[in-house]
């Protein structure tokens, strides 16, 4: 028999302490879908994107080793918006199908979408619920430069492109306060588990 699995959405800005949270829920058991695997999927050598991508922009998109080369494809988009919005149009539907297939597969009681873009683009569409990691944006900054060692501007930039805090807050049904230290995770993950087990259960019985 199969049934829709019941779906979490992860979202929060680079540095906010994802993959942290995920990690976290894994250890609980929870499958954990990551976005961000996805997007590397699908571009893998043999995969049928990274051929149209390199009919468009030429061999130069290619690395030595067949692999994508990520850094020019960034610097074109960064300088050629419509060239963005190609890409995305490309990329977006097989990383909804990668992601998608994978929630299928999934057998925990329910299953977690990890996603830093998850209210940029419709991936917000295949929660149930959604939980945000916040924590101020200077926490945010100071956090990432020392797990990346880049330039504070840099970071600051990626931060600008993403949806605003107070947006994201809006948005959220659950906010996990990750400004507090890693010995307080875990017990506030736990209760957070619990919730969703019952969420996930009662959307058993309204099937
Ligand atoms: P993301 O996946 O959202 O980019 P990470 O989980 O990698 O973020 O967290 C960013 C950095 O902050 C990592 O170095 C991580 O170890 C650290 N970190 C995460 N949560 C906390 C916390 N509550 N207290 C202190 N450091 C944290």
């Known amino acids: 028999m199969s049934y829709d699995p019941y779906i979490v959405g992860l979202t929060g800005g680079i540095g906010s302490g994802k993959s942290t949270i995920a990690q976290r829920f894994r250890e609980l058991g929870i499958e954990v879908v990551d976005a961000d695997q996805a997007s590397r ?5 043999g995969m049928p994107a990274l051929n149209i991508i390199a009919d468009r922009f030429g061999a130069k998109m290619i690395k030595s080793d067949g692999t994508l080369n990520r850094a020019a494809m960034r610097q074109l988009i960064f300088s050629q918006p419509l060239e963005k919005t190609w890409l995305e149009n490309l990329l977006h539907p097989l990383i909804a199908e990668w992601i998608v297939d994978q929630l299928q597969r999934a057998e925990s009681a329910y299953v977690m979408l990890e996603s830093p873009l998850l209210l940029e683009t419709e991936q917000h569409q295949l929660v149930n619920t959604l939980l945000l990691v916040d924590l101020p944006e200077s926490l945010q900054l100071s956090r990432t430069a020392e797990r990346d060692g880049d330039p504070k501007q840099q970071i600051q930039s990626i931060i600008d492109s993403q949806m605003a805090r107070d947006d994201k807050l809006r948005r959220a049904n659950y906010v996990f306060d990750n400004s507090l230290a890693l010995d307080t995770v875990t017990p506030r993950i736990t209760v957070l ?10 959307s058993l019985h309204d099937d």
């Open 193 to 202: 588990h619990e919730t969703f087990l019952h969420l996930a259960l009662e």
């Open 41 to 45: 999927k699908v571009v893998e050598p």
